[in-house]
Each structure stands twice: as structure tokens, then as C-alpha cells.
């Protein structure tokens, strides 16, 4: 069972950066496409970016051109650097396996991102 844990949120302000972290505890984490999700107070989880094992990488809309996904098979994690934040960002952001590639484990604890002044 692969157990995920999130790092690197924080308090930002607007147009700020931050780089998120996802270390995994299985190997069997390198052959599988891989997400960020994001929950907003209220609302639901979200796609936010993908991966594949190859490192061909997908975006929702609303981050593209701001936010980059990558992943260190050797050291079974996954990062996204967020920039250009936006108060909108705002919210818990979670990893797991990509939607179809495989079921999703667990959820993890998810690391707070606040866009704020």
C-alpha cells in the first residue's frame, strides 16, 4: 500500500510562489500516472495537473501557464511549483495516482495553500 504525504503549503501573497512536495513510500509509485488535486473550503476536489510515469504533463485551464508538475522517479516524489498564485489557488492540495491510470490510495493529510494580502 503506497501512503502519500504532501508538503511545502503555506501563506502567500498574491502573484507569489510556492513548490509543493508529494513523497511517496512505494516503488510501485514510479510506473503510474500521477495528480495534483486541490479542495477549496466548500467545494469539491479538483484535478489540478497529471503526469505520466514518461513525464507528460497536463493542466486544468484555470492553472496553465503558471503552475508546473514534475516527478523524481529515483526519489518516488512528485512536485508542483505554483507561481503567479491567485487568492482563487486557495485551498488544501492533495497527490494521488491520476484519474484512470490506477483506484486512488488512500488520501493523505494534504498541505494548506492560502493566497492572501
Known amino acids: 500500500q503506497v501512503q502519500l504525504v504532501e508538503s511545502g503549503g503555506g501563506l502567500v501573497q498574491p502573484g507569489g510562489s510556492l513548490r509543493l512536495s508529494c513523497a511517496a513510500s512505494?516503488?510501485?509509485?514510479?510506473?503510474?500516472?500521477m495528480a495534483w488535486y486541490r479542495q477549496a473550503p466548500g467545494k469539491q476536489r479538483e484535478l489540478v495537473a497529471g503526469?505520466?510515469?514518461?513525464?507528460?504533463?497536463n493542466y486544468v485551464d484555470s492553472v496553465k501557464g503558471r503552475f508546473t508538475i514534475s516527478r523524481d522517479n529515483a526519489k518516488k516524489t512528485m512536485y508542483l511549483q505554483m507561481s503567479s498564485l491567485k487568492a482563487e489557488d486557495t485551498a488544501v492540495y492533495y497527490c494521488?495516482?491520476?484519474?484512470?491510470?490506477?483506484?486512488?490510495?488512500?488520501w493523505g493529510q494534504g498541505t494548506q495553500v492560502t493566497v492572501s494580502s
Open positions: 512505494g516503488s510501485i509509485f514510479t510506473i503510474y500516472a
Open positions: 494521488n495516482a491520476a484519474p484512470g491510470s490506477r483506484p486512488l490510495w488512500p
Open positions: 503526469i505520466t510515469s514518461g513525464g507528460i504533463t
